[in-house]
């Protein structure tokens, strides 16, 4: 378990809800990954991110899909792609990432509480 954080340090991270409006493979990318679209709505608007999410997902499955993001990281360039958020997600039993998301759709850009 990690170090044990205070509830002012959990707030500094802006975790958001987005849909994916256009999902892309990312043969660029060192290990295999999708480059995503996120729509979170109109206070923070459309972010690219990069996701090793190939071995559960497709392009074409993701679009349309609600996820989950920290959206106040610094962009991170990864190759030729500059990744504006975090995409979440969790590991399964072999490694392979797991999109962490919402039990119902709720409005883009919400935040969690």
Do not use: C, W
Not at 21 to 45: C, H, N, Q, S, T
Request: glycine share 8%.
């Amino acid at each position: 378990m990690a170090d044990t954080i205070s509830y002012a340090e959990f707030e500094a991270v802006d975790i958001r809800t987005g849909t994916v409006v256009e999902a892309r493979p990312f043969p660029e990318a060192r290990k295999p990954a999708i480059i995503l679209m996120i729509d979170f709505g109109p206070e923070i608007g459309i972010k690219k991110s990069s996701a090793q999410i190939t071995v559960h997902y497709t392009p074409e499955a993701l679009v349309g899909r609600q996820v989950m993001a920290v959206v106040n990281f610094p962009p991170r360039q990864i190759g030729p792609l500059k990744s504006e958020v975090l995409t979440l997600g969790f590991s399964d039993e072999n490694g392979a990432i797991v999109l962490a998301g919402v039990e119902r759709p709720v409005p883009n850009g919400q935040k969690l509480l």
